[in-house]
């Protein structure tokens, strides 16, 4: 029997279906890799007899002839910033460490609800704010792939490097991601994966523990185009519990899937061509216009004017959100309490939070305080506002021009752990690229498209118009179709 | 203009005054959440997953809460912003779990208005006076902390949080105490009207926030003022102002200088002293609360807001008074509660349709009777009556029979203090208990008759010219018929045969 988890979704998916193998098997298979992947810190708790247990009912409802769902037999990795009932929830720190919700995500609610199932909680950064995953309290994770004739270890990205690892390393056929600016696509082109950050509203934030509110975006990341629209559409829909939800229907987007671009006019961004990009990542840019241009697109120059500062506008607006959004975390109620002897209201506050947050949760939190702050407000904060709107007038005066984006994800490959410590700022270039389509609330995607001198995946990002994740989607396929990429990391751990 | 001024040892001083009230949104579910808003549960009962800001949770705007605040909005005459916006307020407390307040700083629902107050010679208001309102913007209220639980903890109750208040902010447009309660006081009653908030402020549903400074007699820049938080009855706000006033002309008079401050209100001792200066206040780093939409208000939503607004109490006020033909006095005291005009209403309708007059013709009766009888009666008999028994239909019939002359005005009283007492019907009981005029013009005309003939020499003098000794016959009459005559009948009767 071949290995079930070299199987992607959609194969996992008609494989149960057609009685090829059980859920319970491929649970089983994905199980003993997780268990066997502790190395990798990919997990912060697995949840094998979740996995089990899914399978199990949809093995039973085969029996029984009935519907086994979109995602039915599929195991799946749950980015510990989803809240799952009765297992623990953390959003990899400290202050969080033990909190066990009563209530389940929308979007974790809507995949058990198609059938797939839970093999664990995915590391990620501390409250999805980092690029590398090395801001979770409960440890890095490590990417699978290592550099050519090097042992150095690789971050997998953040800050869904979990959800990148997992999938990348075989211990998940697919996992959700958050995408905040960049936190899906730039974890995805380092490992060599799919995932696509949908039209913001598209999921639910439901449940979602909240980083920067108007930028937080769930969602799939997996082996490949296909599987992504898959997973996506069991994710999306409207939820009245969320006022920021889409109220709209979900589109039947595996269905959709084609990857005949036949004119489609895909937009190449002159602001993108930045100093410092990698060569190869420049290469890789220059084949994906290639390979659109074969499926029938039209490639045209085009500019977004604004793009350089959309990373600074960014690092206002989202550090300003969280700076808000964070507040609830006090020691008063669940979670964290670190109150010292005679500590009065505000000692504990400060204790618990001193303990409970990490440097770059800190970090971000005073970022934000700072910016809201009486006399910075109209400097920082206003301004940044309207850069955001300059950001999204630029794409909406570009698709007078093209239909789709094509763009690098990351201006480099996986770089190595602590490459950048001390230099946080050079850190949050890693976002460079992907940071506009969150501003502008688009649906943006990352495919893999070849591997670099070090042996080492990027990716090419695709961006849509709002609600077109279906030309995104179909633009991925054509590059997936045309790149042959099918590396993946050699078993170390 | 007022004319209340603080005589100090510099001279004249005149306050000003500006009220923030802030009132509960009547509604069954919070601003947010689904979470029940009844006063008065077990503490930590009505708290809902977003009340207590767990990780991941959303609000979610409550219709019923705006469509409140906007036909509050449309009561006052302001202008109703069509898009408004929800901004966080930031700042950490106890009662506070989301470690912000949701509110609206920037782009509030409703914008201008204002409200009359009306003349009251008595309260030291001698004239009609407009006070201008700034805004109305709706936030979630905090919960309530209990320090006397625990030796050396307090304790939290969430039920409140995130239970919709309107935020009524006035101009600094009242010059005097008397002009603050009246304004809180109306404001009270509009909101009762509307439905929009129970205005009980005895149970928190109102409050205000009171600022004052004062000037010099003709100075034309405004003072330093000081706001005092939470003040929670008319006579409270009022006798902040007072103190507030007086204590700033002593601190000004003495070479001193008013903070800016907040200061809360001590109800044990009549003062107000110091909560929190202006170097203390927070930085509540205001921005748009980015899990919220703006809130956008279409025609339809806006047109079934101000269709289901009822008579307000200005137009129902100067209704009674033209249409119905009250004194200004009996309306404005008809006017000022939801459930007087609720009751008097009631009663002139029933008591129009037994009678078969127009309500005009009757309605001063039925005021009367309202304000001043029936209050009086109930009174009178203290726990002895019971208040189901005054039921509309039974003052009619009492409003009724009088109104043909079948009783008195005192037996119109004797009959309702049975009614009271027992639920019995008014017209059974005029008849059992012989509480009925004799209107049979022949058995007082046999009255007159002896009464004239005994008195031939008082008879001579009346018609003599001494009109004086009419009111003699009028009493002897009414005593040989032991009271029971109808007064009418018995002039008419006299007029005809002293001639």
Request: charged share 25%; hydrophobic share 40%.
């Amino acid at each position: 029997m071949t290995d079930l988890t070299n199987l992607g979704v959609k194969a996992i998916r008609d494989g149960v279906a057609g009685g090829d193998f059980t859920a319970r098997e491929v649970a089983e298979a994905f199980n003993a890799n997780v268990a066997a992947a502790k190395d990798l810190n990919a997990f912060i708790v697995a949840t094998p007899e979740k996995a089990l247990e899914a399978a199990d009912a949809v093995d039973a409802k085969r029996a029984k002839g009935e519907d086994l769902g979109q995602m039915g037999g599929v195991p799946i990795g749950m980015k510990d910033l989803f809240c799952t009932d009765g297992v623990q929830t953390t959003a990899a720190s400290h202050i969080l460490e033990g909190f066990v919700p009563q209530y389940e995500s929308t979007v974790s609610a809507n995949l058990w609800k198609a059938g797939a199932g839970m093999l664990g909680k995915l590391n990620l950064d501390q409250f999805a704010m980092g690029s590398s995953n090395e801001t979770s309290y409960f440890g890095n994770v490590l990417s699978p792939w290592k550099k050519a004739g090097s042992n150095a270890a690789l971050i997998p990205g953040g800050s869904s490097g979990g959800s990148s690892t997992a999938v990348a390393a075989r211990l998940a056929p697919a996992a959700t991601g958050t995408d905040t600016g960049g936190s899906i696509r730039q974890p995805a082109a380092v490992t060599g994966i799919t995932g696509i950050k949908p039209t913001y509203g598209r999921c639910s934030r439901w449940g979602v523990v909240a980083f920067a509110s108007s930028l937080d975006q769930a969602g799939p990341m997996a082996r490949d185009v296909t599987d992504c629209a898959i997973m996506l559409e069991a994710m999306a829909g409207f939820d009245p519990k969320d006022s920021t939800s889409l109220d709209m229907p979900v589109p039947q987007w595996e269905a959709g899937l084609n990857a005949d671009l036949k004119g489609k006019k895909v937009g190449i961004p002159r602001e993108y061509r930045m100093d410092g990009t990698d060569q190869a990542i420049l290469d890789s840019w220059e084949r994906g216009k290639e390979w659109l241009r074969d499926a029938g697109a039209e490639i045209v120059d085009i500019s977004l004017p604004h793009t350089k500062y959309a990373l600074p506008a960014y690092y206002i607006i989202a550090p300003a959100e969280a700076s808000s959004n964070l507040a609830r975390y006090d020691g008063v109620r669940y979670g964290l309490r670190d109150l010292p002897e005679g500590a009065g209201l505000q000692d504990m506050y400060a204790a618990t939070r001193a303990a409970g947050f990490g440097d770059e949760v800190k970090r971000r939190i005073l970022i934000g305080t700072y910016v809201l702050s009486a006399g910075f407000y109209d400097a920082y904060y206003t301004q940044a506002q309207k850069i955001r709107t300059l950001v999204a007038q630029d794409f909406e005066k570009a698709w007078g021009e093209c239909d789709l984006i094509l763009a690098p994800t990351t201006p480099n490959a996986a770089f190595p752990l602590g490459g950048f410590d001390g230099d946080p700022l050079a850190m949050y270039l890693n976002d460079v690229f992907a940071v506009p389509a969150s501003l502008a609330g688009l649906p943006a995607m990352s495919v893999p498209a070849m591997l670099n001198g070090d042996g080492l995946p990027l990716g090419l990002q695709i961006v849509g118009k709002p609600f077109d994740e279906q030309g995104v989607l179909n633009a991925g396929l054509a590059i997936e179709q045309r790149s042959g990429f099918d590396a993946t990391p050699e078993k170390w751990w | 203009m007022t004319n209340y001024r603080i005589q100090g040892a510099t001279g004249e001083w005149e306050v000003v005054i500006g009220l923030e009230v802030h009132a509960q949104v009547t509604s069954n579910a919070k601003l947010f959440s689904g979470a029940s808003t009844e006063f008065g549960a077990e503490p930590n009962t009505q708290v809902s997953l977003i009340d207590a800001a767990m990780p991941g949770m959303l609000p979610v705007p409550n219709r019923e809460c705006i469509r409140q605040a906007v036909r509050t909005g449309m009561a006052i005459e302001a202008q109703i912003n069509a898009w408004s916006r929800f901004d966080r307020k930031n700042y950490f407390y106890a009662d506070l779990p989301q470690g912000y307040q949701i509110s609206q700083l920037y782009h509030p629902i409703v914008g201008e208005g204002q409200l009359l107050i009306e003349a009251d010679e008595k309260a030291g208001i001698p004239e009609d006076k407009i006070i201008g309102i700034e805004r109305i913007h709706v936030e979630q209220d905090a919960g309530k902390l209990m320090h006397d639980q625990h030796p050396t903890m307090s304790y939290v109750d969430l039920n409140r949080v995130g239970i919709a208040l309107m935020e009524i902010v006035s101009k600094p447009d009242m010059t005097s105490p008397a002009e603050a309660g009246a304004y809180v006081r109306k404001l009270r009653s509009i909101l009762r009207y509307v439905g929009s908030c129970d205005g009980n402020m005895e149970e928190g549903s109102m409050r205000a926030d009171v600022n004052v400074s004062v000037r010099k007699v003709g100075d034309s820049e405004l003072g330093t003022r000081t706001e005092t938080k939470n003040v929670n009855s008319v006579r409270f706000v009022m006798q902040v102002i007072e103190y507030e006033a007086n204590r700033q002309v002593d601190v000004l008079e003495s070479g001193g200088t008013v903070d800016q401050e907040t200061r809360l209100f001590d109800v044990a001792t009549g003062t107000t002293r110091t909560m929190r200066s202006k170097e203390d206040a927070h930085d509540y780093r205001y921005f748009p609360d980015p899990d919220l939409l703006p809130l956008e208000l279409d025609d339809a939503f806006l047109s079934e807001c101000r269709e289901s607004l009822p008579e307000l109490p200005d137009a129902k006020r100067a209704r009674y008074e033209g249409e119905l033909g009250l004194t200004p006095y009996n309306a404005r005291e008809l006017t000022a509660e939801v459930e007087t005009f609720g009751r008097f209403e009631t009663l002139l309708a029933a008591t129009a349709t037994r009678i078969g007059k127009p309500e005009k013709d009757v309605a001063t009766q039925v005021a009367n009777w309202a304000l001043s009888v029936a209050p009086g009666v109930m009174k009178s008999l203290g726990d002895e009556a019971d208040p189901a028994h005054a039921s509309s239909g039974a003052q009619a019939s009492i409003l009724a029979m009088q109104d043909k002359g079948e009783i008195s005005g005192g037996q119109a009283k004797e009959i309702y203090e049975i009614v009271l007492k027992t639920g019995r019907d008014p017209e059974e009981i005029a008849d059992t208990e012989g509480l009925k005029q004799v209107s049979d013009t022949g058995a007082i005309e046999a009255a007159i008759d002896e009464i004239l003939a005994n008195n031939q020499d008082k008879v001579e003098q009346y018609k003599g010219g001494k009109d004086k000794l009419f009111g003699f016959f009028v009493g002897q009459t009414m005593k040989a018929m032991q009271g029971k005559a109808n007064p009418a009948v018995v002039n008419q009767l006299l007029k005809d045969k002293l001639g």
